[in-house]
């Protein structure tokens, strides 16, 4: 099974700075997601990822955001300017099968102060 | 949209108790259903994936069914033990045309089983 390593595993972050979060997956992979859980909340979806360009991205996913893959094997979620809404656990992942199963990472505590 | 439900939102048994937990989702259209595993501060822990075709997947002791035309889904626990406690969470695939659709996640059923 493919293993996915989020970078940082926590990060603290003033408010309006930008911040940018780091999954490297095991193997090169086309697609890979992110999401976020506000503590307490459930799971959400922020973004798809195929082959260099955004699938889809949901309504949370506005412009403060952008996704990146900047050399072939890692990728990253940027977030421009911080606000105290965004502190989440942020997690990426990729597909581990064709049946639709998925690995994620052990993901990032982002927190804004 | 879809719309993912658990319940209950919380359990608390003694080990070695048989228990369900359920899930229930708005649109039955789905790729594939899947539970996580999920333990405090940490990421999500995939245990069992159930496609839209299928009516139950097991491993060890646990075992997943699906029944899509009333958008339900139980994940059972047998023979509980401490180790089993976390929060539980379902998730449905997307029916988008592609097996790698996003997934859409109920709130979680946070269980403890005590010695």
């Known amino acids: 099974e493919p293993e996915v390593t989020q970078t940082p595993s926590h990060q603290v972050t003033q408010m309006g700075q930008e911040v940018i979060l780091r999954c490297v997956p095991i193997?090169?992979?086309?697609?890979f997601y992110w999401y976020r859980q506000i503590l307490g909340q459930k799971v959400e979806f922020l973004v798809s990822?195929?082959?260099?360009?955004?699938?889809?991205k949901s309504e949370i996913f506005d412009d403060q955001f952008s996704v990146e893959r900047p050399d072939g094997s890692n990728f990253t979620l940027k977030i421009r300017s911080t606000k105290l809404e965004d502190s989440a656990m942020y997690f990426c992942?990729?597909?581990?099968?064709?049946?639709?199963?998925?690995?994620f990472g052990s993901g990032t505590r982002l927190t804004v102060v | 949209k879809q719309e993912v439900t658990q319940i209950p939102a919380a359990l608390s048994v003694p080990e070695g108790e048989n228990l369900v937990l359920n899930c229930s989702f708005t649109?039955?259209?789905?790729?594939?259903l899947q539970w996580f595993r999920q333990d405090p501060g940490k990421g999500l822990t995939s245990l069992l994936l159930?496609?839209?075709?299928?009516r139950e997947q097991t491993s060890g002791r646990l075992n997943a069914s699906l029944d899509k035309s009333s958008g339900r889904s139980t994940l059972y626990i047998a023979a509980s033990q401490p180790g089993d406690s976390a929060t539980y969470l379902c998730?449905?695939?997307?029916?988008?045309?592609?097996?790698?659709?996003?997934?859409?996640f109920g709130q979680g059923t946070i269980l403890t089983v005590h010695p």
């Open positions: 992942a990729i597909p581990r099968d064709r049946a639709g199963g998925y690995t």
């Open positions: 193997s090169n992979h086309l697609y």
């Open positions: 990822f195929y082959n260099n360009e955004i699938s889809e």
């Open positions: 998730a449905v695939g997307n029916a988008g045309g592609t097996s790698y659709g996003k997934l859409t």
């Open positions: 159930i496609q839209s075709s299928q």
């Open positions: 649109d039955s259209a789905i790729y594939n």
